[in-house]
């Protein structure tokens, strides 16, 4: 456990003018972005890793914070003022967030979604500062056996909980590790599938795959559907008289907001159950205790609260296995390992010994994001009406030049740009034919740790099965794998993430 | 139909590692417990057994994404396509503006002021951040 002068020292790095600058800067970028339907944090992360390279490790991760967080605010915008969900977090916003809005009141139903947004943001950011520093003692404590057994465990809830069905996610994940395969074996430092490319030697560049896959990929899809911006109008906010969220009306939303915030924690915390799953399972929960007043789906803000605090929540507790075991729990922690990566940074446990320092200036700067999130979301909800107007056929392709340039930088030659846009197309077959991109990104991103681990596990073991009785973590993790592998291949899925 | 066949893929390419990719990009190495063969052929017989198994259970497909124009699409990829090599081939700045153009109207876009805004906002703003900020040269 890092002693209290670093973390001290951590805090004390996050309040930094620059750092303030940058998370400000992010938060902007990414309620921009999530309040135009299509784009979304995801795809601005991504784009914006690049960028980062130059920019100090702790500042670079905040900046790519803020965006993560202002994006998921942002993304409750387009819901409420045109019904369209800004990102797929904030689809459950829309069902009491729009009537409301409708009926004259969209400053208070943007409001409450800020507040709720921040409230849950919060509350998940919390428990992560508390929590993640014991499970990384803990995870410490594992030796490579577990390790293997863990990322086993992780790819059978990823498979199971992503996509639409068990098989789909197996064979992403596969495909995953696969890909994960090309480039020197940890072994014997022997060349695989690098077909004269000497570029391929440190394998597949994980910011060209993610930008690929995840930037690239949608906005070709985008491109190759739109013909000319026909969003609805936009209702205006005006934010005075009834249209005012008052300060009885959010505490009346405390309980809610806590049960949102709880749910999107726990849910969070495992890896494949997204913010999407969250909202609903909120509202569902919120809707079940419904006391006599405005009927959920009419304008009910306590329908708001429960799936902003709920879908907020999800975004700290989603770097608790990231920083607790170096398993990312969704595909916005997948992308900010690129981003550590990038500045030479391994996530995992070993990140509380080793850059403990950068970790609490990490939490800080994810405490002030949510201060700066409320602020901008507060002085610029009238500006962001306009943003969702904004025309997609002049945002997608100076995306696409964003994203050229930045894998470009990142990779050092235009063998990255061509391995991006080779991600893109796998990318784009891999969804018509309904398999789950995310679960191949995750299990991309974990391949080369996979097969480091296992490789030290057939060592340990001795190739001999029986030695794993030596190693009781181990086994029960590996039958939770496949115990839940059996349980989702019969259909016991919940809400797919 | 297609997610059977989306199956066949799968055991189709598990086959074609085992029989091709992997003993001919691979390293046939003697000793030690994980060879450089070990992992990629696991997950090529793991392939093969989920793409027989896709076959004959497809399950659902889940949902349907933004609705497609294959035809449109297959466009769009190959001026891109193009646009990168080019881009290899005379650099960025010439490259970029007319990319993006091309782009935009792809889009269907055909306001003048938009337009140009989409010609000149990306390429215009890298330039200023990579080459000018920065210092690091573009493509």
Request: glycine share 12%; aromatic share 8%; proline share 6%.
């Amino acid at each position: 456990m890092p002693d209290l002068a670093t973390i001290l020292a951590g805090f004390g790095d996050a309040f930094t003018l620059l750092n303030l600058a940058y998370v400000l800067f992010g938060v902007v970028i990414g309620q921009f972005v999530g309040a135009v339907p299509g784009i979304g944090p995801v795809m601005a992360m991504a784009i914006a890793i690049p960028f980062t390279f130059a920019l100090d490790p702790l500042v670079a991760i905040s900046f790519l914070v803020g965006i993560n967080k202002g994006g998921l605010f942002g993304g409750a915008i387009p819901s409420i003022l045109i019904n369209t969900p800004g990102t797929p977090d904030a689809a459950a916003t829309a069902l009491d967030g729009h009537p409301l809005a409708a009926s004259g009141k969209p400053g208070k139903a943007t409001r409450m979604a800020l507040y709720a947004s921040v409230t849950g943001d919060t509350f998940s950011d919390l428990v992560l500062i508390f929590l993640s520093a014991p499970i990384a003692i803990l995870a410490l404590r594992m030796g490579p056996v577990e390790v293997c057994a863990l990322m086993l465990f992780a790819f059978s809830i990823l498979a199971g909980l992503i996509g639409p069905s068990l098989l789909r996610g197996l064979v992403a994940a596969v495909l995953g590790v696969l890909c994960a395969t090309v480039g020197l074996d940890p072994e014997h430092g022997t060349p695989r599938f690098y077909f004269g490319w000497f570029e391929l030697y440190d394998g597949p560049s994980l910011v060209a795959v993610a930008i690929g896959m995840l930037a690239v990929a949608e906005i070709l899809r985008r491109m190759a559907a739109v013909t000319r911006d026909s969003q609805p109008g936009a209702i205006r906010v005006q934010g005075d008289g009834d249209d005012r969220l008052s300060l009885a009306e959010y505490l009346s939303c405390r309980f809610v907001m806590l049960r949102g915030a709880v749910i999107g924690t726990i849910l969070g915390a495992v890896p494949g159950l997204g913010s999407t799953a969250a909202a609903y399972m909120s509202y569902a929960a919120t809707r079940q205790g419904d006391d006599g007043g405005v009927p959920f789906g009419k304008g009910n803000i306590k329908g708001i609260a429960a799936t902003e605090s709920a879908n907020s929540a999800v975004v700290g507790a989603n770097l608790i296995p990231l920083l607790g075991i170096g398993i990312p729990g969704s595909i916005s922690a997948a992308l900010l390992i690129s981003a550590f990566k990038i500045h030479g940074i391994q996530p995992g446990p070993l990140l509380f010994e080793n850059q403990a320092r950068l970790i609490y200036g990490l939490f800080g700067a994810m405490l002030m994001a949510n201060l700066t999130n409320l602020i901008v979301g507060q002085a610029s909800l009238r500006l962001w009406v306009f943003a969702i107007r904004a025309p997609t056929s002049v945002i997608f392709p100076s995306a696409l030049v964003f994203c050229i340039v930045g894998v470009y930088l990142s990779t050092g030659g235009m063998f990255g740009v061509a391995l991006m846009f080779i991600a893109a197309l796998v990318s784009l077959a891999m969804s018509a034919c309904g398999f789950p991109v995310i679960v191949f990104i995750i299990a991309f991103f974990l391949g080369e740790g996979f097969e480091r681990s296992l490789s030290q596990t057939l060592v340990i073991l001795n190739g001999s099965s029986g030695a794993l009785l030596g190693h009781p973590i181990a086994l029960v993790l590996l039958a939770m794998a496949i115990g839940l592998a059996i349980w989702l291949g019969r259909g016991g899925r919940g809400q797919p993430g | 139909m297609m997610a059977r066949l989306s199956g066949l893929a799968v055991a189709g390419f598990g086959v074609l590692l085992l029989a091709w990719l992997i003993p001919v990009h691979t390293e046939t190495v003697g000793y030690g417990w994980l060879r450089p063969q070990t992992l990629p052929r696991a997950c090529a017989v793991a392939l093969l057994v989920l793409g027989l198994a896709l076959t004959i259970w497809p399950g659902p497909a889940g949902e349907p994404g933004p609705e497609v124009a294959p035809g449109r699409l297959a466009f769009v990829v190959v001026v891109v396509c193009a646009g990168i090599w080019a881009m290899s081939r005379f650099g960025f700045l010439p490259v970029a503006p007319v990319l993006a153009a091309l782009l935009v109207l792809i889009c269907g876009e055909r306001r003048w002021a938009w337009i140009a805004l989409g010609v000149g906002l990306a390429p215009v703003l890298s330039w200023l951040v990579v080459d000018v900020l920065l210092n690091r040269s573009l493509p």
